[in-house]
């Protein structure tokens, strides 16, 4: 199983990306997806980080408000490592055991802190979705309601671009339309193809 792992920068497109790999019949993981369902109520890591973070962390329903986590793991680097030593090892055990379930040529896991994570998961190659900042703090806004200052402090935390693109294998252009991305995507899905068939 050839593992391929999708990155990029907040708002560049990874998940518009992962759902074209996904409308191929490719199997995508998604590590949000899975710390998303790890923290729900109930689950053990909800638990740990209630005792971490305080009951201020919830919302009115008790669950974790995942905004006011973001805005708080952003603005201090040791509360982010705390609550990825939280999150992280279940994380990972999680997408092992989808991994081990799947039967196709390659898959494609969503990791969006690939790059900024201590302790990087196994991944045979790295594609990076690229957008420029002004289209990635514009969508993001968008889409989270999120205003440009808070997103430029994202970005400004996560890797810089050029260094992303340095140790990307394979890198998607999300600069123009949803039809140009889908050739793109296409494009890549036969090369993994063909990669998964001659390695595998
Ligand atoms: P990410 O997962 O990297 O944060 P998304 O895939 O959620 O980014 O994209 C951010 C927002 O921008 C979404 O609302 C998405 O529909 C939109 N979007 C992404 N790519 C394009 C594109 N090429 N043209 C127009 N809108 C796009």
Redesign the pocket.
């Known amino acids: 199983m050839l593992r391929i792992g999708l990155t990029?920068?907040?708002?560049?497109?990874?998940?518009?990306?992962a759902g074209l790999f996904a409308a191929r019949g490719v199997p995508v993981i998604d590590a949000d997806d899975i710390a998303r369902r790890l923290a729900a109520p109930g689950q053990p890591a909800y638990r740990e980080i209630v005792a971490q973070f305080g009951p201020a962390i919830l919302d009115p329903e008790r669950r974790i408000d995942r905004k006011l986590l973001r805005r708080r793991v952003f603005e201090q680097p040791a509360e982010r490592l705390r609550l990825e030593a939280i999150l992280h090892p279940q994380v990972r055990r999680a997408m092992e055991d989808e991994i081990a379930g799947l039967d196709t040529p390659y898959c494609i896991l969503v990791i969006?802190l690939l790059f900024e994570t201590a302790e990087r998961f196994p991944v045979d190659r790295v594609l990076v979705?690229d957008a420029d900042e002004a289209r990635q703090i514009e969508?993001?806004g968008?889409?989270d309601g999120a205003d440009a200052e808070e997103i430029i402090r994202i970005l400004a935390a996560q890797l810089p671009r050029a260094e992303r693109l340095r140790r990307a294998h394979d890198v998607v252009r999300?600069d123009?339309?949803?039809a140009e991305?889908e050739t793109e995507v296409e494009c890549l899905h036969r090369f993994y193809l063909q990669l998964a068939h001659h390695s595998g």
């Open positions: 990029g920068g907040i708002g560049s497109g990874k998940s518009t990306v969006p979705v969508r993001a968008r889409r999300n123009a339309g949803l991305l």
